[in-house]
């Protein structure tokens, strides 16, 4: 039986773990040949083995986003090796995301950071993704946050970047409309390690998180925002462009 992504080939960096190893593995199920682009090599290797050990075809192409030079070569790889290019998903964010701060007393290197990883890395792969996807006619999506579209006043850096990526994307879904190309943004309610991390923490705050969603429970990084991303990298995609896809079960409203 044909897969929705059979013969496709796509890049999601920042794929090693969370939400960025669920829509890689996802994406693989559904017939992609995926190229994991983290940061570090040690943080994809377990997502390409765990998709070779189910029969299906994954690469790993070291990537720092905040290096034009990384994207464009991951991109050059991916074409290399597999031929062509179908959709491209920036699904990387600075390792300080979840750190709490207020611009009052924010370092300017928190800034720099998340500034480099979201806004410089979305530019950099839209760049480099631009001719191979205007060939395939394929997709670009951008990983966006609740954080950037109501605001957050514990994660203010957080917020402005996520927001300056949902804008990026809208911009560029009229800009590459007409070269057949469609830009979506995903932002999405998952289990991922800083989450974990923060449940070991405080174990009361899975109970309350899961209670404050309508669905009751929180997202799974593979079956719930991955599922989301192959149906919009596939042709059930195909007349979506510049719009933000929240995948919460129901927890963010405000769109």
Same mark, same amino acid.
């Given at each position: 039986?044909?897969?929705?992504?059979?013969?496709?080939?796509? $890049? $999601?960096?920042?794929?090693?773990?969370g %939400?960025?190893?669920?829509?890689?593995?996802?994406?693989?199920?559904?017939?992609?040949?995926?190229?994991?682009?983290?940061?570090?090599?040690?943080?994809?290797?377990?997502?390409?083995e765990?998709?070779?050990?189910?029969?299906?075809?994954?690469?790993?192409?070291?990537?720092?986003?905040?290096q034009?030079?990384? %994207?464009?070569?991951?991109?050059?790889?991916?074409?290399?090796?597999?031929?062509?290019l179908?959709?491209?998903?920036?699904?990387?964010?600075?390792?300080?995301? #979840?750190?709490?701060?207020?611009?009052?007393?924010?370092?300017?290197?928190?800034?720099?950071?998340?500034?480099?990883?979201? $806004?410089?890395?979305?530019?950099y792969?839209?760049?480099?993704?631009?001719?191979?996807?205007?060939?395939?006619?394929?997709?670009?999506?951008?990983? @966006?946050?609740?954080?950037?579209?109501?605001?957050?006043?514990?994660?203010?850096?957080?917020?402005?970047?996520?927001?300056?990526?949902?804008?990026?994307?809208?911009?560029?879904?009229?800009?590459?409309?007409?070269?057949?190309?469609?830009?979506?943004?995903?932002? #999405?309610?998952?289990? @991922?390690?800083?989450?974990?991390?923060?449940?070991?923490?405080?174990?009361?705050?899975?109970?309350?998180?899961?209670?404050?969603?309508?669905?009751?429970?929180?997202?799974?990084?593979?079956?719930?925002?991955?599922?989301?991303?192959?149906?919009?990298?596939?042709?059930?995609?195909?007349? %979506?462009?510049?719009?933000?896809?929240? %995948?919460?079960g129901?927890?963010?409203?405000?769109l």
């Open positions: 039986m044909k897969r929705p992504l059979d013969g496709r080939v796509g $890049i $999601i960096t920042g794929a090693g773990a %939400v960025g190893r669920g829509m890689a593995v996802a994406c693989a199920r559904a017939g992609a040949s995926v190229v994991i682009a983290p940061r570090r090599a040690e943080n994809g290797r377990a997502v390409v765990e998709i070779a050990a189910g029969g299906d075809t994954a690469l790993l192409c070291v990537c720092d986003v905040t034009r030079a990384d %994207v464009e070569g991951c991109v050059a790889e991916a074409i290399g090796r597999l031929g062509h179908d959709f491209f998903v920036h699904n990387a964010t600075s390792n300080r995301s #979840p750190e709490v701060h207020r611009v009052e007393d924010a370092d300017a290197d928190l800034w720099d950071e998340h500034a480099a990883v979201s $806004i410089r890395g979305s530019y792969a839209a760049a480099a993704a631009f001719e191979p996807l205007r060939a395939s006619r394929g997709r670009f999506v951008v990983m @966006t946050s609740p954080a950037g579209i109501e605001g957050s006043a514990t994660l203010p850096f957080y917020g402005m970047v996520k927001a300056a990526q949902r804008t990026f994307a809208k911009s560029l879904a009229q800009e590459w409309g007409p070269h057949g190309i469609n830009v979506n943004a995903i932002s #999405p309610l998952a289990l @991922t390690p800083a989450l974990d991390r923060a449940f070991e923490e405080n174990p009361e705050l899975e109970e309350r998180l899961a209670a404050m969603i309508p669905l009751g429970r929180i997202g799974d990084p593979e079956t719930d925002i991955g599922a989301a991303a192959v149906a919009l990298l596939g042709d059930a995609g195909r007349y %979506v462009t510049a719009q933000t896809w929240v %995948v919460d129901g927890r963010f409203t405000g």
